[in-house]
């Protein structure tokens, strides 16, 4: 069964050039209700803990150092089907493959900066989630 609950996070790219208000708003015009919210910095430290399953892979380092060069917006999302939904909405990672009208379309840079992150499955949702946020912050 699909959970009605994904998590997301805009990026440091998305949020320099002023577009977190702009992306907030397709989110929840596309009938997602926002179920915690904040904007924070990443060390490179915390960073490296998030992205840990790609530690191995040559861009990591990189990655790191990318997803700590500014603030960030992660945020907990909830919808029926939820996941799926939401990948929908944000578009292919690389932009150039992204359909109209999607996040990632209308506000990423390139692959690697591509403005939001959405998770791919119902348990790294979970995961991601508590992650960024104690139950006691998950309305």
Do not use: W
Not at 58 to 63: I, N
Not at 104 to 110: P, V
């Amino acid at each position: 069964m699909a959970s009605n609950r994904t998590f997301t996070m805009i990026k440091p790219d998305a949020t320099a050039d002023g577009h977190t208000g702009a992306i907030i708003k397709l989110i929840e015009e596309a009938g997602f209700r926002i179920v915690a919210l904040k904007k924070t910095l990443l060390t490179q430290h915390r960073a490296g803990e998030f992205y840990a399953v790609h530690a191995e892979r040559p861009f990591y380092k990189d990655l790191c150092a990318y997803m700590s060069s500014g603030p960030i917006v992660p945020m907990i999302l909830e919808k029926e089907n939820a996941v799926a939904d939401f990948r929908k909405l944000i578009g292919a990672t690389n932009p150039a493959n992204a359909e109209e009208g999607t996040i990632r379309k209308l506000f990423a840079k390139s692959m690697e900066a591509n403005a939001i992150h959405g998770s791919d499955s119902d348990e790294n949702a979970a995961i991601e989630s508590n992650f960024f946020f104690a139950t006691t912050e998950q309305y």
